[in-house]
């Protein structure tokens, strides 16, 4: 099993740009995370979807949007990036909302140029 | 907003000697869990502790939950190179928004062979 696979790994962008970060589980979860990662800061929640046809807003939404396409994928976009969207971004899923682990994606470093 | 924090940032030591990593909230947590991620890796789930001092051991990892759920704490015996990495603590809130695990800063720990 791939378990949960981030598309890219790697990307460079400049200011202003947009970009779609793509992610897919294939264990059969419900819910699925975009955290973003900076030095120091711990993990913070951008957004998440408790199920498949519903999306709602983390601790730091702004600048972002999602869509769960299916049950499977869960893409991030940032319509028009800044350098403050620099940062390492996951992907992860869980069984269900609010209880069990999280499994991560390897991450997408992101940087804004 | 809610908050875990987490102390020390950093840790270095010997090997073989002991390491622990401490996390505390302000407001009651429904459960916290703890992550482990290597250097340039994904954080990996660890352990969830649920109950009020709730004790769980995993070969020389030893986590606690304190008995008003506020607290917790990872112990490390006999650190190994293996050990190397950032150990995050993350809580859960009664009545909190559903996705949001919140994540403590991390504790890193670096061992010196």
């Known amino acids: 099993n791939a378990g949960v696979t981030q598309t890219p790994k790697f990307q460079v962008l400049k200011t202003g740009q947009s970009m779609t970060l793509q992610c897919a589980q294939d264990m059969n979860h419900n819910s699925m995370y975009w955290y973003r990662q900076d030095p120091g800061m711990g993990l913070r929640l951008i957004y998440y979807s408790a199920s498949e046809g519903t999306t709602d807003k983390g601790e730091v939404p702004n600048g972002y949007n999602v869509s769960r396409l299916n049950k499977r994928e869960f893409s991030l976009r940032l319509e028009s990036a800044a350098p403050s969207q620099t940062s390492v971004y996951f992907c992860a899923s869980s069984e269900v909302i609010m209880s069990g682990e999280l499994f991560f994606g390897e991450g997408s470093r992101l940087t804004v140029l | ?113």
């Open chain 2, 1 to 113: 907003g809610q908050q875990v924090m987490q102390i020390p940032q950093y840790q270095h030591v010997q090997e073989g000697e002991d390491f622990t990593t401490y996390c505390n909230s302000s407001t009651t947590l429904s459960n916290i869990q703890w992550y482990k991620q290597r250097p340039g890796g994904h954080p990996v789930f660890l352990i969830q502790l649920v109950k009020s001092g709730e004790v769980k051991k995993q070969k020389r990892l030893t986590f606690q939950f304190g008995e008003a759920k506020k607290n917790s704490s990872l112990h490390i015996t006999a650190t190994q190179t293996t050990d190397v990495g950032t150990y995050f603590c993350a809580g859960r809130y009664y009545g909190g928004s559903q996705g949001n695990l919140i994540f403590g800063k991390g504790t890193k720990l670096s061992v010196k062979p």
